[in-house]
T-cell receptor, first 112, second 115 residues
Framework: SQQGEEDPQALSIQEGENATMNCSYK?????LQWYRQNSGRGLVHLIL?????REKHSGRLRVTLDTSKKSSSLLITASRAADTASYFCATFSGAGSYQLTFGKGTKLSVIP | DTGVSQNPRHKITKRGQNVTFRCDPI?????LYWYRQTLGQGPEFLTYFQNEAQLEKSRLLSDRFSAERPKGSFSTLEIQRTEQGDSAMYLC?????????????FGPGTRLTVL
C-alpha cells in the first residue's frame, strides 16, 4: 500500500526557479526520506529527516517535516535541467516493520 | 563500481513461465530489500532480509513468489507461473548496519514483461 501521497503529481518549471514538492502520510513514522528517480534508472537517496527534526538542508535541498500534520516538503532551489526526474517520499514507521513505504511521486520537469 | 547490481536488466517471458532475478548488494551491507514498481507508481515493498533470514514479507508476495538469500550475500527472487499482472520493474536495495537512519541503496532494477 502507498502511504505517502506527493503533491503535485507533475511540476514543470524554468531552470533557475525553485521547485517545491509536498508529501502527506497516514501513520506515525520514525523517519521520512526523499528519493530521486531518473527515467529508466534506479532510485537515489537524497535526504533523510528524523521524526524529531523539523528541517534539514543538503546542498540545494531543503526538507521540512510537520509530524502534527503528517506532511513533509522538499524544496529544490535554483533548479537545473539535470534535476528533471521523479521525486518520491518514503516513510519508515519502525513499529516492528522494516519496510519503506513510498508515495506515487512527483514528476519534475526543468526546462532549460 | 561497487553499487547494487541486478541481473538480468530486462526479461520478457510468456505467461505461465517461471522467472528468476538476481541481486548482488553492496558487499558490506547485511540488509537486503525487494520492491516492485509499476508505471506511474512508487516502489512497493515485497520482502526484507537481514543476513540470510527473511524477516518480513508483504501481502503482495503471493505463493507464486519466493525469495532467498542463502549465504547472506546475493539474493534471488523467483516468480512461478507468471501472469501479465506481474509485469513491472523489480528493484533490489541494500543497506548496512542496525540503525534505521541508514539509507537504502537501490540497484537499476529488472524490468519484467509478461506476454
Amino acid at each position: 500500500s502507498q502511504q505517502g501521497e506527493e503533491d503535485p503529481q507533475a511540476l514543470s518549471i524554468q531552470e533557475g526557479e525553485n521547485a517545491t514538492m509536498n508529501c502527506s502520510y497516514k501513520t506515525s513514522i520514525n523517519n521520512l526520506q526523499w528519493y530521486r528517480q531518473n527515467s529508466g534508472r534506479g532510485l537515489v537517496h537524497l535526504i533523510l529527516i528524523r521524526s524529531n527534526e523539523r528541517e534539514k538542508h543538503s546542498g540545494r535541498l531543503r526538507v521540512t517535516l510537520d509530524t502534527s500534520k503528517k506532511s513533509s516538503s522538499l524544496l529544490i532551489t535554483a533548479s537545473r535541467a539535470a534535476d528533471t526526474a521523479s521525486y518520491f517520499c518514503a516513510t519508515f514507521s519502525g513499529a516492528g516493520s522494516y519496510q519503506l513505504t513510498f508515495g506515487k511521486g512527483t514528476k519534475l520537469s526543468v526546462i532549460p | 563500481d561497487t553499487g547494487v547490481s541486478q541481473n538480468p536488466r530486462h526479461k520478457i517471458t510468456k505467461r505461465g513461465q517461471n522467472v528468476t532475478f538476481r541481486c548482488d548488494p553492496i558487499s558490506e551491507h547485511n540488509r537486503l530489500y525487494w520492491y516492485r514498481q509499476t508505471l506511474g507508481q512508487g516502489p512497493e515493498f515485497l520482502t526484507y532480509f537481514q543476513n540470510e533470514a527473511q524477516l518480513e514479507k508483504s501481502r503482495l508476495l503471493s505463493d507464486r513468489f519466493s525469495a532467498e538469500r542463502p549465504k547472506g550475500s546475493f539474493s534471488t527472487l523467483e516468480i512461478q507461473r507468471t501472469e501479465q499482472g506481474d509485469s513491472a520493474m523489480y528493484l533490489c536495495a541494500s543497506r548496512r548496519g542496525q540503525s534505521s537512519y541508514n539509507e537504502q541503496f537501490f540497484g537499476p532494477g529488472t524490468r519484467l514483461t509478461v506476454l
